[in-house]
């Protein structure tokens, strides 16, 4: 059976942006600068606006967003950096490629977010960053959080890939950390159309050396500073992205006021986030837990809905990481077991989500 209510549509969602992409993709023929031009510089500058900081650095994706970041604060090798146990495994990753050592804390499982009671406990000699990821859509409780940076001197990462726009205490993610990395994946809440990242930091010098590594470690062409990457935002993408930057507090508002529906009217049965006065959760995933997660999905399969699971495999168990597959991470293992993604897009309307409630309920 075809789905009817699919889990996202990227043809529909990018719908009401495609004449203004159809007008900048016509400039962009006729201009004929596809790489590190003019809209780049200008996404880059009204991104670090919209956080109401100085420097953003445009770059090819969310995952190099995080190793550009790490390398940037020139760790020894084999530092320890925290993050949190469930996490998607990009934040792992780039801590491996930066050839440093991921430290797992279990998360909170009210609010999936690093549980900053179980941090000090993480904290070695060698610890040198904490990276925190604001999941979901979420912000982390940030206070404690800061409290420990700053009392240990740690650098603060802030995975931001799923949290454009959120706030804490009515502070942007992305402007607590040192250095802050978001992905512009075409599913995320500002989604370009393919791969592109940005990361923004605090101060003029890591902000150039941002710029460095990015572009083969050069600050002028053919002279090499330092071992850098490719890892540049194109110009159509952040063209596409400086168009949809305006609508992204609309995107977020329209995914709210879906979440709003869920927390309103589904079953107590179904474990929703926990909403808190001092977080404004975006919902890029707007997830529920059950322990019939996997019934509850084919279920909704059947009747034409579509869902995701973020994520089926804990990070501790996957191949890729095979050194930590004998340690023991409940919390995080719990949410992988428990977890269903519902419906939750711009591209949704509320009848959608009513269909969905009603199914659910119908379950329950
Ligand atoms: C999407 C995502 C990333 C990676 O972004 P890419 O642009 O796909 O490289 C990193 N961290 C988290 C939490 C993500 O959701």
Redesign the pocket.
């Known amino acids: 059976m075809s789905l009817t209510i699919p889990y996202e549509s990227l043809k529909t969602l990018n719908k009401p942006f495609e004449t203004e992409f159809k007008t900048k993709f016509n400039n962009f023929l006729a201009h004929g600068w596809y790489i590190l031009g003019n809209e780049v510089a200008v996404f880059e500058k009204d991104f670090a606006a919209y956080h109401h900081e100085k420097y953003a650095v445009g770059v090819a ?6 190793v550009l970041s790490l390398r940037c604060c020139n760790f020894p090798e084999g530092s320890e950096v925290i993050v949190p146990s469930n ?2 495994i ?2 792992i990753l780039a801590v491996l490629q930066c050839k440093l050592i991921p430290v797992f804390v279990e998360p909170d499982i009210q609010t999936y977010n690093l549980d900053p009671k179980k941090i000090e406990a993480a904290i070695t000699a060698k610890t040198v960053a904490i990276m925190v ?1 604001h ?1 979901y859509g979420q912000c982390c409780e940030m206070d404690p959080i800061l409290t420990i940076t700053k009392k240990i001197k740690l650098k603060l990462i802030e ?1 931001c ?2 949290a454009h726009g959120a706030t804490y205490k009515g502070r942007l993610a992305g402007t607590f950390g040192d250095f802050a ?1 978001f ?3 075409p599913t ?1 809440n500002l989604g370009a159309l393919g ?3 940005a990361v923004i930091c605090k101060t003029e010098s890591d902000y150039e050396i941002l710029r460095q590594l990015r572009n083969y470690g050069s600050e002028k062409k053919y002279h090499n500073n330092l071992v850098g990457y490719n890892s540049r935002l194109d110009e159509i993408q952040a063209s596409f992205l400086s168009i949809k930057l305006p609508y992204l507090d609309q995107i977020n508002t329209h995914k709210i006021k879906l979440a709003g529906l869920y927390h309103e009217k589904l079953k107590e049965t179904f474990i929703r986030p926990v909403v808190d006065q001092d977080f404004k959760h975006v919902y ?1 995933i707007f997830n529920i837990r059950h322990p019939e997660r996997d019934r509850i999905k084919s279920y909704l399969s059947d009747n034409g809905i579509g869902t995701e699971i973020h994520y089926p495999i804990a990070p501790h168990q996957q191949k890729a990481l095979s050194a930590m597959n004998q340690m023991d991470f409940p919390l995080s293992s719990e949410i992988h077991s428990t977890t269903l993604s519902l419906p939750c897009s711009f591209a949704h309307t509320e009848a959608d989500i009513l269909h969905v409630i009603d199914l659910l309920n119908a379950y329950a």
């Not at 994706?61 to 995080?66: S, T, V």
Request: hydrophobic share 40%; no cysteine; aromatic share 12%.
């Open positions: 994706n969310g995952l190099d967003a995080l996490t998607y990009a934040s990821v999941l995975d890939a799923q990395a992905s512009f994946y995320k791969d592109a990242g890029h």
